[in-house]
Nanobody, 122 residues
Framework: QVQLVQSGGGLVQAGGSLRLSCAGY????????VAWFRQTPGKVREFVGR????????DYADAVKGRFTVSRDNGKNMVYLQMNNLKPEDTAIYYC???????????????WGQGTQVTISS
């Protein structure tokens, strides 16, 4: 079964840090660009950041630029989202997604993680 499995997340205070992980099962992460998205109730899924297959290029939403970092370890079949200086407005369910597509459109990503809740208290 091809799937992405997420771990990490939780509740932290504003200014704190969290790291989310995204592991490929039955899926070679190295063959996919991987992006992170987030969603809050009643809103569309929002692009957060992405990384290309080799880890040579990363791209971020303006809202998280300078605070979040996407990285990957193809040897471990893992992709990470390091989130620093977290703000209450970062509270959302976070999803990783993989595809040969490398862009910001969630509709073009094929494989999705199950989502993980991130809650930032003020």
């Amino acid at each position: 079964q091809v799937q992405l499995v997420q771990s990490g997340g939780g509740l932290v205070q504003a200014g704190g840090s969290l790291r989310l992980s995204c592991a490929g099962y039955g899926l070679s992460v190295s063959n996919n660009a991987v992006a992170w998205f987030r969603q809050t109730p009643g809103k569309v899924r929002e692009f957060v950041g992405r990384i290309d297959r080799n880890g040579d290029f990363a791209d971020y939403a303006d809202a998280v630029k300078g605070r979040f970092t996407v990285s990957r370890d193809n040897g471990k079949n893992m992709v990470y989202l390091q989130m620093n200086n977290l703000k209450p407005e970062d509270t959302a369910i976070y999803y990783c997604a993989g595809s040969i597509y490398n862009g910001r459109d969630p509709g073009k990503y094929v494989h999705w993680g199950q989502g993980t809740q991130v809650t930032i208290s003020s």
